[in-house]
Each structure stands twice: as C-alpha cells, then as structure tokens.
C-alpha cells in the first residue's frame, strides 16, 4: 500500500529553519506530483507548495513566496520542503500529499490521492 511519512517537524523560534523530509513508499514516485499542505488549528487545511513529477516545476502559496523551497529526489523517492525565516504564523501540522494527475500542479486538496499523517511545525516567536 502507499505510505508517506513526513520527519523534520519540531519546535523552532522565528527566523530560524526548519527541513520537513516525505518518504514516499509503495507508489512509483517519479511519476506523481507531490504537494505540501498545513492546517493549523482551528483552520482549514491549506496549500503550501507543490513540484512536478520531474522537479522542473513549482508553485507556492504567496505566504510562503520566497521563503519556502520544495524539492525531491526521485532516487530516494523523497520530497522536501525547506523552511527559512520561518514566523509564528507557520505554526501548523505540515500533510505531505501524492497525485496521480501530472498535468499541472494542483494546489487543491481534493486533487491529491495519497496523504501522509503529518509532523507539527511550531515556531515561537
């Protein structure tokens, strides 16, 4: 069955970083486009970035614009997000997502099959 299991999650003071890794298993990673999404409490979950099945693309939500990259590794079958001048307002629980639609990058949840169980970022400031 597929898995995804996010790591890298923790505790951190505003403006430092953080590396949030997602450990794809049980699908065949180059194929799928892979996303980040948080939901902090209270909220709804929402889009944070998204790559291409080759790397070649990405997207961000304006709030992260500048200050989050998202990459991947196809040979060990794992995404990241990197997380620099990070505020208290990226507190929030970081779901590592899978789609089988590769013809764009989907910035909506209900595009993305495929969810791992999520890893709590929380940033004091």
């Known amino acids: 069955q597929v898995q995804l299991v996010e790591s890298g999650g923790g505790l951190a003071q505003a403006g430092n970083s953080l590396r949030l890794s997602c450990a794809a298993s049980g699908l065949t990673f180059s194929t799928y486009n892979m996303g980040w999404f948080r939901q902090a409490p209270g909220k709804e979950r929402e889009f944070v970035a998204a790559?291409?099945?080759?790397?070649?693309?990405?997207d961000y939500a304006d709030s992260v614009k500048g200050r989050f990259t998202i990459s991947r590794d196809n040979a060990k079958n794992t995404q990241y997000l990197q997380m620099n001048s990070l505020k208290p307002e990226d507190t929030a629980v970081y779901y590592c997502?899978?789609?089988?639609?590769?013809?764009?990058?989907?910035?909506?949840?209900?595009?993305?099959?495929?969810w791992g169980q999520g890893t709590q970022v929380t940033v004091s400031s």
């Open positions: 997502a899978a789609t089988a639609f590769a013809m764009a990058l989907s910035t909506s949840a209900t595009r993305y099959q495929y």
């Open positions: 790559i291409s099945w080759s790397g070649g693309r990405t």
